[in-house]
């Protein structure tokens, strides 16, 4: 529950941004380039379109979210740096390239750690 309602990185929101951009410029070409090009105003022709970009930006940000790097305490973690538990806003450790990560102060061996980006 908590993971679900985490802040998203803000190298997700940019990537997901540019997917909505060329995504949702596809989208509007295939359903709504006829009427656009008419000259066809109206707010619902401005919904349609605002509804069409956030469809692939919504997707985007929560599929990014899902495959991001997630390591279980004893594994070696690649890069190094800091580490936050899914479960538990706050817990964090720093790890060397190489070095096991350990179990999570408060959810123990069933952590989940992220990597944290600036
Ligand atoms: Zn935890």
């Known amino acids: 529950m908590t993971a679900a309602l985490a802040p998203f990185e803000r190298h997700m929101v ?25 000259g066809a105003t109206s707010l619902d022709l401005a919904l349609r379109v605002a509804f069409t970009y956030s469809v692939p930006f919504i997707v985007s940000l929560y599929s990014m979210r899902g495959t991001a790097e997630e390591l279980r305490p004893g594994a070696r973690s690649r890069r190094g740096g800091t580490y936050v538990c899914r479960g538990c806003p706050g817990a964090a450790v720093s790890v060397a390239p190489g070095e096991r990560l350990p179990p999570c102060p408060q959810c123990g061996p069933n952590a989940r750690w992220v990597p944290r980006h600036a």
Do not use: F, Y
């Open 14 to 38: 940019v990537r997901a941004i540019k997917v909505a951009l060329v995504v949702g410029t596809a989208l509007t070409i295939v359903n709504l380039g006829r009427e656009l090009a008419s």
